[in-house]
């Protein structure tokens, strides 16, 4: 399978509340990605981090990476209810491939 | 940035028939990605799209069901040939354009796919 896992499948929180979503995956990567998709549609890329950071910050979004145990996670701060969304983390192992994690459906209720 | 024009953006296809669907960038790009997304899946990876040069396509995927077309450098188009139910998908394009290779994908709105 092309890909790595995501916990959990679907999250359901409060506006206001702090969102956190993990991501394992199963090879060395050079960066991971996160990904947001709306309602099915076209994915607009978030943040990077690359394998030799452990953590990065990109307004309310906060993301860790854990090499040591192929894992990533993505925290969104202050909910809102157009945070919304799916998102998707995928890997990338040096070459021009980018490989997509299965997703966590977040709901964020106003 | 990138702004990317995917058509068309649905379609209800009959079984047996084919859907060619179009991927317009705003700039030129040496790779263009194609990717599938089933009905409440992640996205995989269709094959790799570069000009001048035949499809690379992943595991699981082949040319005569998955055609490609890749004119010139901002243009690509995907068929999905002898359609089936089972090819009821979002179909993606995307392309790379992050400072390095493999950072940052840009895509298309996708085109949702319901075969009956």
């Known amino acids: 399978s092309q890909q790595g896992e995501e916990d959990p499948q679907a999250l359901s929180i409060q506006e206001g509340e702090n969102a956190t979503m993990n991501c394992s995956y199963k090879t060395s990567i050079n960066n991971l990605q996160w990904y947001r998709q709306n309602s099915g549609r076209g994915l607009v890329h978030l943040i990077l981090?690359?394998?030799?950071?452990r953590e990065k910050h990109s307004g309310r979004l906060r993301v860790t990476l854990d090499t040591s145990k192929k894992s990533s996670s993505l925290l969104i701060t202050a909910s809102r209810a157009a945070d919304t969304a799916s998102y998707f983390c995928?890997?990338?192992?040096?070459?021009?491939?980018?490989?997509f994690g299965a997703g966590t459906r977040l709901f964020v209720k106003a | 940035s990138a702004v990317i024009s995917q058509k068309p953006s649905r379609d209800i296809c009959q079984r047996g028939t084919s859907l060619t669907i179009q991927c317009q960038v705003d700039s030129q790009v040496t790779m263009m990605f194609w990717y599938r997304q089933q009905p409440g899946q992640s996205l995989t990876l269709i094959a790799t799209?570069?000009?001048?040069?035949?499809?690379?396509?992943e595991s699981g995927f082949v040319i005569d069901k998955f055609p490609i077309s890749r004119p010139n450098l901002t243009f690509s188009t995907l068929t999905v040939s002898n359609m089936s139910p089972e090819d009821s998908s979002i179909y993606l394009c995307?392309?790379?354009?992050?400072?390095?290779?493999?950072?940052?994908?840009?895509f298309g709105s996708g085109t949702q796919l319901s075969v009956l």
């Open positions: 995307s392309v790379d354009l992050g400072q390095g290779l493999g950072e940052k994908l840009f």
């Open positions: 995928a890997e990338n192992t040096g070459g021009f491939k980018t490989i």
């Open positions: 981090i690359r394998s030799n950071e």
């Open positions: 799209a570069n000009q001048g040069s035949e499809a690379t396509y």
